[in-house]
């Protein structure tokens, strides 16, 4: 839009509104021409070095700022090198000696193979902890109990009892569950039934985060652990007595993960920088949304990490291997809905209930609560659910002719469709060649497994994700 409206402005005008957008920028813009002189200089980035543009612009960056001895400014690395910098924490001081700590992603300026220049986008570190420790706060409301957890099939009610067991120890937990499937659910409800009730619960995710982040977050830091660090409990720490969910454990490298081990061996923590172990009272729940078996072998998750955290292992069923529950969650999500938008809707019709329960389900719970919300946002004055208030992509998959509940079964032997696409093809074949073997063995998982070559605990992750019956 703005290319062809703007097709006849002149390259002046161009730059001008250029400027006005980087201005407008919630990060920091830095960039550098090949000789280290500063020629872009945004206004978010006056305000996270405390410059003025005079102090900066046009002048060779390595005699505005100062770095600490040893180390040099990611742009110059960056221009030096022609790598990207990414997600990297960088402490150094403005012309007036203040201390600026930001999160950088740097860029090298590539055209016709050499090195024009070098860009940096930033973030204020101080404010990104900040938010995300309101971020925490709020998460903490742990509102949700057992009590909270809707459905009666037997594959939930088997985790439910499991979790309540888990509930009344304080060993650590393994949620295994796809997107949407309750993980978060289940753990303030393993939470708020055990001891520890009174106690904190602190979330993390993760994967939301940088490595370089993480590792403070968790344990601390000690006053100078890094220029411009300074004392303070990490997550362990602020979690005493509580519990600590580290959602997406998956994400951690590898030598986060032996520390979060040693951590969880010694019961206690000392904070980067530090000289001091500090004992820690805290319970560590973690979640994983892929196979843990899987990503041990694809390096996503240290063996022996998984034997300490799995002392208790919950696998949350998908939506779509307890269809059972669907009729129940419905009028969940309708009253509540209703509670909260005043609305009277009573019912889901026969033929919308037929599609749910055929429906994959693929981002599980969240996505059925998602699709009740919207097309409670399209009734007036109606008390039905129908077709018509399903969005457009979920009718596009509605067969024509009508739909039936059951499912037919996977052959008892492996087939080759051909023409169809490669994935769907080996996942039909992988469903019909476990199928096959789980048959033959009478549903006997264990000698199943060691036909297959996998151990027990993937094979029963494979049932469910292909929805096989064992
Ligand atoms: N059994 C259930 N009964 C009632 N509500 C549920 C149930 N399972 C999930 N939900 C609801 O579905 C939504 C998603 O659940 P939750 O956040 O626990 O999923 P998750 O497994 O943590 O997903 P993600 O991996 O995407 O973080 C929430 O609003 C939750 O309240
Ligand atoms: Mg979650």
Redo the contacts with the bound molecule.
């Keep these: 839009m703005l290319s062809s409206s703007m097709h006849n402005a002149s390259s002046d005008t161009l730059l001008r509104i250029y400027e006005h957008i980087l201005d407008r920028m919630n990060e920091g813009v830095h960039v550098i021409d090949a000789d280290g002189t500063t020629i872009v200089y945004n206004s978010k980035m006056t305000e996270l070095e405390s410059m003025t543009r005079q102090d900066v612009l046009h002048k060779p960056l390595a005699e505005v700022f100062q770095f600490p001895s040893g180390q040099e400014s990611t742009l110059l690395t960056c221009l030096r090198t022609g790598n990207s910098i990414r997600n990297t924490r960088q402490t150094y001081f403005n012309d007036k000696q203040k201390e600026i700590s930001t999160i950088n992603n740097t860029y090298p300026i590539i055209e016709n193979g050499k090195i024009i220049g070098a860009m940096e986008i930033a973030n204020d570190v101080t404010k990104m902890e900040r938010l995300i420790r309101e971020n925490l706060l709020q998460k903490n409301g742990s509102r949700?109990t057992f009590e909270?957890?809707?459905?009666r099939s037997g594959p939930?009610l088997d985790v439910i009892e499991n979790a309540k067991r888990a509930a009344r120890t304080s060993s650590s937990v393994l949620v295994v569950?796809?997107?949407?499937?309750?993980?978060?659910?289940?753990v303030q409800s393993i939470h708020n039934a055990s001891l520890r009730a009174s106690g904190p619960l602190i979330s993390q995710n993760c994967a939301a985060l940088p490595d370089s982040l993480i590792e403070g977050l968790l344990f601390g830091t000690a006053r100078g652990a890094f220029t411009g660090a300074v004392e303070r409990p990490g997550l362990f720490e602020q979690a005493e007595g509580g519990t600590l969910f580290l959602?997406e454990i998956n994400s951690l490298s590898m030598p986060l993960q032996a520390k979060l081990l040693r951590a969880l061996q010694e019961k206690s923590i000392r904070r980067i920088g530090d000289t001091k172990d500090r004992s820690i009272d805290v319970r560590i729940i973690a979640?994983i949304?892929e196979d843990p078996v899987e990503a041990i072998a694809n390096s996503h998750l240290r063996k022996d990490l998984y034997y300490r955290l799995g002392v208790v292992t919950l696998f949350?069923p998908p939506l779509r291997e307890r269809k059972e529950?669907i009729p129940m969650?419905v009028s969940?999500f309708i009253e509540k809905y209703n509670e909260l938008f005043q609305m009277e809707v009573r019912s889901i019709s026969d033929e919308v209930l037929q599609f749910f329960i055929q429906h994959d389900w693929p981002g599980?719970?969240?996505e059925l609560?998602h699709l009740i919300e919207g097309a409670m946002n399209l009734m007036i004055d109606e008390s039905t659910i129908r077709y018509e208030h399903l969005p457009l992509h979920f009718l596009r998959r509605m067969p024509a002719a009508s739909v039936t509940i059951e499912q037919p079964s996977p052959p008892a032997l492996p087939f080759v469709d051909e023409g169809k696409p490669l994935k769907e093809t080996m996942q039909e074949f992988e469903t019909a060649y476990i199928h096959h073997v789980v048959e033959r063995y009478n549903g006997n998982i264990s000698r199943a497994a060691k036909e297959l070559q996998i151990s027990r605990q993937s094979l029963q992750y494979r049932l469910r994700k292909l929805g096989i019956k064992g």
Aim: proline fraction near 0%.
């Design positions: 949700y909270h957890i809707i459905g939930i569950g796809e997107t949407g499937a309750g993980k978060e659910l289940f959602d979640a949304n949350l529950d969650l969940h599980n719970v969240r609560q």
